[in-house]
């Protein structure tokens, strides 16, 4: 019987058992953990000259039950990093019993990052959690190396304070880091001057050698895996998808960590899980070319986003349409990006599922930055909040432009062209065009022929539609020459 793992889910306040080969799942409901608060608080306390955040921070507004989940998720990211290095699973879950100063440095960190998230009573995610710790754990091995145990072990204790001057040195001068390392691995050729078989198999595939490097420094644990084992069965499965050979290369590019991710276990239970909400199976070659991490995120992660978009009255059919066509959805918080944006277009009269399904990258946007600049630039050009509506109603897009680059200079030629300023907002499209190569030129050729179209006419048929238009409204305005 294989190792227990637990996983606290927030949305539903339990913890679940998880056996180590998945072939089991138990539920243990409100599982009660006994870890005093105000242990945890002193621990904290001692802790904040080390970990270097904020001297004001506090956990006293936490809930106890809560901060003992993070406690549980910040030791399950831990465990996960050291089998990562090669760890069994019981010297990782030794490793982490006897580690309590280190785990409380990790919940400082923690809340360090998150601390508005806190304020407000809002619960992180296991991805948020992941997101927050991982990071720190990855700058602690490239400083440390193979000293990274007992960097946990000794926390907050220095780990060469007990060795000799000379030792230390030899450990820093003989311990490369951890990229550098890897970077070796693909690039140390045998006695015949042959590189490694995933790394020749990987040439083969349509790569080069750099591309392979650059993997590497970015994901490290990539120089290890196995051909056989990890990487030639995902590029078989990818091929078995329909995506196209040449496309391999860039979607290892992208998320080298597909190849450590089980096929059986992880990668095809999630696909399922996604079929079954809308996703037509026909289309996962063009998706996983787009995003191939939308594989990665975890099952609480995905089934936050789609229960989101239930909520807003989305059909599995339609939720599968705003995957296909933007996976990248999966990766915004539910909390901190598509809700309070969902709010706002909310609050200009917009059909926010409406808009999600026709253009679901705007609700990636952010709302101080991108989205209310927009909304001022077209309200200090005397359009009403109800017309705004209108424009982004006909053409979701809109949103998504950039005012220097392409608002204001199309705007400004727009002046000149002798259209009422309602005209935009029949045909707000306008903007979607390129200035110099579609609008001008067609403006242009309107004026040659001295007749008067609506935008639409003007910018949206092909050339060969528009030089028909031309004519016919010739004709009718001059008659037959």
């Known amino acids: 019987m294989g190792a227990l793992e637990a996983y606290y889910c927030p949305r539903i306040k339990t913890f679940s058992l998880r056996h180590r080969n998945f072939s089991s799942l138990f539920f243990v409901s409100r599982v009660q953990l006994k870890v005093s608060q105000q242990i945890l608080i002193c621990k904290a306390k001692s802790l904040v000259d080390e970990s270097g955040v904020d001297g004001g921070l506090s956990f006293t507004s936490v809930p106890s039950s809560l901060l003992a989940a993070e406690r549980e998720e910040a030791k399950a990211v831990l465990s996960l990093f050291l089998r990562k290095q090669g760890m069994s699973n019981a010297v990782a879950a030794r490793i982490i019993n006897k580690s309590d100063p280190f785990i409380d440095h990790l919940m400082l960190k923690l809340h360090a990052t998150y601390k508005s998230r806190y304020l407000v009573g809002r619960e992180l995610t296991t991805l948020e959690i992941r997101d927050a710790l991982n990071p720190f754990l990855e700058s602690l091995l490239e400083e440390h190396g193979d000293l990274?145990?007992?960097v946990v072990d000794n926390f907050p204790n220095p780990p060469c304070k007990e060795r000799s001057s000379s030792s230390c040195q030899i450990t820093s001068t003989d311990i490369s880091s951890k990229k550098d390392r890897a970077v070796a691995r693909v690039s140390q050729q045998s006695p015949e001057g042959l590189l490694p078989d995933q790394v020749i198999y990987l040439i083969d595939l349509g790569m080069d050698?750099?591309?392979i490097k650059t993997i590497v420094r970015r994901f490290p644990s990539f120089a290890y895996y196995s051909l056989d084992r990890k990487?030639?069965?995902l590029v078989d499965f990818l091929l078995e998808l329909g995506v196209p050979r040449p496309d391999i290369p860039a979607i290892l590019y992208k998320r080298p960590q597909l190849c450590g991710i089980s096929l059986s276990e992880n990668l095809k239970p999630m696909m399922i899980y996604l079929e079954g909400v809308g996703i037509d199976k026909n289309q996962w070659a063009k998706i996983i070319y787009r995003f191939p991490a939308l594989l990665t995120y975890s099952r609480q992660k995905v089934k936050a986003t789609i229960d989101y978009l239930h909520e807003l009255g989305i059909s599995d059919k339609n939720i599968g349409k705003i995957l296909t066509r933007c996976p990248h959805i999966i990766s915004y918080s539910v909390d901190d990006?598509?809700?309070p944006t969902a709010e706002y277009f909310d609050s200009l009269g917009i059909n926010v599922s409406s808009l999600i399904i026709r253009c679901p990258q705007t609700f990636g946007l952010n709302i101080e930055a991108s989205l209310k600049p927009v909304t001022e630039f077209f309200i200090e050009r005397g359009y009403s909040i109800e017309e705004i509506s209108t424009m982004v109603s006909r053409y979701g897009a809109l949103y998504t432009f950039s005012i220097v680059d392409n608002l204001l200079p199309k705007w400004n030629y727009f002046l000149t062209m002798d259209y009422p300023r309602s005209e935009l907002v029949k045909f707000p499209h306008y903007f979607g065009y390129s200035l110099e190569e579609r609008i001008k030129p067609r403006y242009r050729r309107v004026n040659e022929c001295g007749v008067r179209l609506v935008l639409n006419q003007v910018l949206s048929y092909s050339d060969t539609?528009?030089?028909?238009?031309?004519?016919?409204?010739?004709?009718?305005?001059?008659?037959?020459h």
């Open 337 to 339: 990006k598509l809700r």
């Open 465 to 480: 539609e528009f030089e028909k238009i031309l004519k016919r409204k010739m004709v009718k305005q001059f008659g037959e």
């Open 209 to 211: 050698l750099d591309q």
């Open 231 to 233: 990487i030639k069965p």
């Open 148 to 150: 990274l145990v007992d």
